[in-house]
Nanobody, 125 residues
Framework: QVQLLESGGGSVQAGGSLRLSCAASGYTYNVNYMGWFRQAPGKEREGVGVIFTRGGSTYYADSVKGRFTISRDNGKNTVDLQMSSLKVEDTAMYYC??????????????????WGQGTQVTVSS
């Protein structure tokens, strides 16, 4: 089993920045992908981005490309989501997720084996 714990959420004004962190514990040796998802009220959970933990490759949703950056520290078993130039529409609960493998697009939620509880990000105008 793998446990994921997000931290770093909060409230910020539009244009500001926030950094989220996801700490993984447990049997993380076969976790190859760490993703970030978000869910706004009344909307489906959507993919924000993913990082391949062994090679470091990253992929992002078009809506956040150029503004958000995912990084990892394998020694600490953490994955961070640096969010800049935040917009009101970035307001959502943000979730960290872990997958052993991804056989389809990284944004398909069903492929992720473990999920964190989420951390709220609120961006005001």
């Amino acid at each position: 089993q793998v446990q994921l714990l997000e931290s770093g959420g909060g409230s910020v004004q539009a244009g500001g920045s926030l950094r989220l962190s996801c700490a993984a514990s447990g049997y993380t040796y076969n976790v190859n992908y760490m993703g970030w998802f978000r869910q706004a009220p009344g909307k489906e959970r959507e993919g924000v981005g993913v990082i391949f933990t062994r090679g470091g490759s990253t992929y992002y949703a078009d809506s956040v490309k150029g503004r958000f950056t995912i990084s990892r520290d394998n020694g600490k078993n953490t994955v961070d989501l640096q969010m800049s130039s935040l917009k009101v529409e970035d307001t959502a609960m943000y979730y960290c997720a872990a997958a052993h493998t991804l056989r389809a697009g990284w944004w398909f939620r069903s492929q992720y084996n473990y999920w964190g509880q989420g951390t709220q990000v609120t961006v005001s105008s």
